[in-house]
């Protein structure tokens, strides 16, 4: 395990100044940093999703993810316990598991055949006493010592994490009280997965982190939001902020009014008279036990938690490179939903996803920003509203505050 | 329908009408005339786009799920008015037609496609590729959509799904 922060090498770059609300381009399209940020983000001290307990439900189930550039297994052993692994053979490096689930008693590779159990401890070497007394392991070789590298793990509500770093802190204080109640309020049931599906985004990892914490952007880039009345500005809500910046949550709350009120809005424009034919989809069934309409909850560096009405999913953000990242989208209910509330979620799920009406666009602004920035790597974004500092808000979410959160940490694990 | 599509002269008709249906259906969607595009389908036909895994796997999620033609009309009137893309144009191609069978006045049809998409700025991929599950009626002498599964083998979207398949 790596030991955490500022232990890279050296990226040839340094921050510009104290300033976290201007960001330079060259963050999000030069392969030093982005190398570096495999070491110091992604196997630096975070927590990192790697699937749910509901996808692991039986001894010898497991399933393959990245942490970053890294490829995971994840195994559920016999004892019924959660085993994070580096997937990459102690012999010559190559994949172990290259199915995307599955259950079985080992994992062996196929290139040489060395196998290992569902911990990761090297079981079997192939011919490891050589044939016909010839060959064989050298005999300085020991077993116990070229096993899976292990990642600590811990769950949290059903979500299963991983981390290389001894530096990181526990999962509850990792979070912080506030935006461990708001996990909570989401993930209030054992969860069922509905469907898998993932985006290509064309654009720098950080572009889509950014997006998420980015409540700013909401009514403005996705018309179909405030058309519709799910996010606009003059909704009840706010911006939640942990103490040290890394982690946020945005929300709206319907305002309370008169049922017909409501109704108009939700079918009804306020910019063009835009009416929705069939606004079955909007339908809202209040199950968490508030009248919140949108919660987008970040789990630095690449986690989304999200609750737009009843749709309900997590988002994993994989970088693919500099300019390309790729997004995972888990799409989840609850075990006991009836018929009714499933075809409520299938019906809300329209509304997200590559194809969602309110979140297409964010697999397109980020690609806005890629191509902007490549040409000037030196120059430098500016965050300023809701003012320079990370502040949490109340009432409005026209604030870049949990962005500037973002490139805190971010510059935290890095070290620059 | 199938009452008129016994027999071979009736199979033949029958994958002469399918073809028409089908051929119709991509250069409507190819050449955006998508308000016309509810107009192959039942009023409360379903269409739904998913992917081979959650088909595989018996899971209900879907990347675009239409209930009825009201449906399909807000994801076109959407795209024109609300949502926010790169402009964009498919090239269908259809192909291995397969007549699976009839029941309760319903011709169930498998069908391949492939989706090439071009961008604004010229640049050209496969989008999507994958088969059609079909349970096509006859409803006034035409042939409709009772329901269209999309089912897509790649898990992976490139950047947006605006246009249907």
Known sequence: ?416 | MHGDMTGLAGDQTLRLRLEALFTDYVHVIDGDQLEDWPEFFTDNGRYRITTRENFERGLPLSVIYCDGQGMMRDRISAMRKANVFDPQTYCHTTSAVQVLGHEDGETQVQSNFTVIRTMNDGAMSVFACGRYLDRISENAGALKFAERIVVIDSRRIDTLLVIPL
């Open chain 1, 1 to 416: 395990m790596s030991g955490g922060a500022a232990m890279g090498n050296d990226p040839g770059f340094t921050w510009p100044d104290d300033d976290i609300s201007r960001v330079p381009y060259q963050v999000y399209t030069d392969a030093e940093i982005y190398a570096r940020e495999q070491e110091n983000v992604f196997q630096g001290p975070t927590w990192n999703f790697l699937c749910l307990e509901a996808e692991l439900a039986n001894p010898g189930d497991y399933k393959t993810t990245y942490i970053g550039e890294a490829p995971i297994i994840v195994t559920r052993d016999e004892d019924g316990g959660f085993n994070g692994l580096v997937n990459r053979c102690a012999h010559k490096g190559a994949m172990v598991c290259y199915t995307p689930r599955g259950n079985t008693r080992h994992l062996t590779c196929v290139y040489h055949n060395w196998s290992y159990d569902l911990r990761g401890n090297l079981a079997a070497v192939a011919f490891s006493k050589g044939v016909g007394g010839q060959g064989g392991l050298a005999g300085d070789f020991k077993k116990a010592e070229h096993g899976l590298q292990r990642l600590r793990i811990e769950t949290y509500r059903g979500l299963i994490f991983g981390s290389f770093s001894n530096a990181t802190p526990a999962f509850v204080d990792y979070m912080g009280p506030e935006l461990l109640a708001s996990i909570d309020r989401v993930l209030i049931k054992p969860l069922k997965v509905l469907g898998y599906h993932s985006q290509m985004l064309p654009n720098n990892w950080k572009l889509y982190a950014e997006n998420t914490r980015d409540s700013y952007h909401a009514s403005l880039l996705h018309v179909f939001h405030n058309t519709f009345g799910i996010v606009r500005p003059n909704m009840g809500g706010g911006v939640q902020i942990s103490a040290n910046g890394w982690h946020h949550r945005s929300y709206a709350e319907r305002v309370p009014a008169g049922d017909a009120e409501i109704d108009k809005e939700q079918v009804r424009s306020l910019k063009d008279q835009y009416s929705l034919e069939d606004p079955s989809l909007m339908q809202h069934v209040e199950e968490l036990g508030d009248t919140v309409t949108n919660s987008i909850q970040t789990v630095f560096p690449s986690l989304v938690i999200q609750q737009i009405l009843n749709a309900l999913a997590v988002r994993q953000l994989v970088p693919r490179g500099p300019d390309r990242s790729e997004l995972f989208w888990t799409i989840l209910g609850f075990e006991d939903d009836d018929e009714a509330l499933l075809e409520l979620r299938l019906k809300a799920n329209n509304l997200v996803g590559p194809a969602g009406f309110v979140s297409m666009e964010d697999g397109c602004a980020g690609g806005l920003v890629q191509r902007g920035a490549a040409a000037d790597r030196l120059a430098r974004t500016v965050m300023p509203m809701g003012g320079r500092a990370i502040e949490p808000s109340v009432g409005s979410r026209v604030t870049e505050a949990a962005v500037r959160g973002f490139w805190k940490g971010w510059r935290e694990c890095m070290g620059i």
